[in-house]
């Protein structure tokens, strides 16, 4: 995500939100000149963790539920990588991902019928 600012980011999450029928609203927690973090909350109550740091050029996308990450990626430490579902512990190396397509992967997994609710 490098070459983005935190309000790029938002605004592409603020876009992703708009389309997406399982998105019910989002909190802002942080917004300054380096960091961005954000909650986006879904229909079934789970909630998605944004977060973003230019001066580490640090993106983590996580999706909680229960009040643990059942599904991430991030570029922490050793590149971008992905906290799968069936082992959200684990770390495996993939391709980064923008906000919209990790939404479209969370819809999959929480709404794989397409109800929102």
Same mark, same amino acid.
């Given at each position: 995500? +490098?070459?983005?600012?935190?309000?790029?980011?938002?605004?592409?999450?603020?876009?992703?939100?708009?389309?997406?029928?399982?998105?019910?609203?989002?909190?802002?927690?942080?917004?300054?000149?380096?960091?961005?973090?954000?909650?986006?909350?879904?229909?079934?109550?789970?909630?998605?963790?944004?977060?973003?740091?230019?001066?580490?050029?640090?993106?983590?996308?996580?999706?909680? +539920?229960?009040?643990?990450?059942?599904?991430?990626?991030?570029?922490?430490?050793?590149?971008?990588?992905?906290?799968?579902?069936?082992?959200?512990?684990?770390?495996?190396?993939?391709?980064?991902?923008?906000?919209?397509?990790?939404?479209?992967?969370?819809?999959?997994?929480?709404?794989?019928?397409?109800? +929102?609710?």
């Amino acid at each position: 995500m +490098a070459g983005l600012t935190p309000e790029d980011l938002l605004e592409q999450v603020v876009a992703a939100c708009a389309y997406s029928v399982v998105v019910e609203a989002y909190t802002l927690r942080i917004l300054d000149p380096d960091i961005l973090s954000l909650r986006v909350h879904l229909a079934d109550g789970s909630f998605i963790e944004v977060f973003y740091n230019t001066m580490t050029d640090r993106t983590a996308f996580a999706l909680i +539920a229960d009040n643990r990450r059942i599904y991430g990626k991030d570029n922490a430490k050793i590149g971008w990588h992905m906290h799968p579902a069936n082992d959200p512990k684990a770390h495996h190396p993939c391709e980064s991902a923008s906000f919209e397509e990790f939404l479209a992967e969370v819809v999959v997994l929480r709404f794989p019928a397409g109800d +929102a609710r």
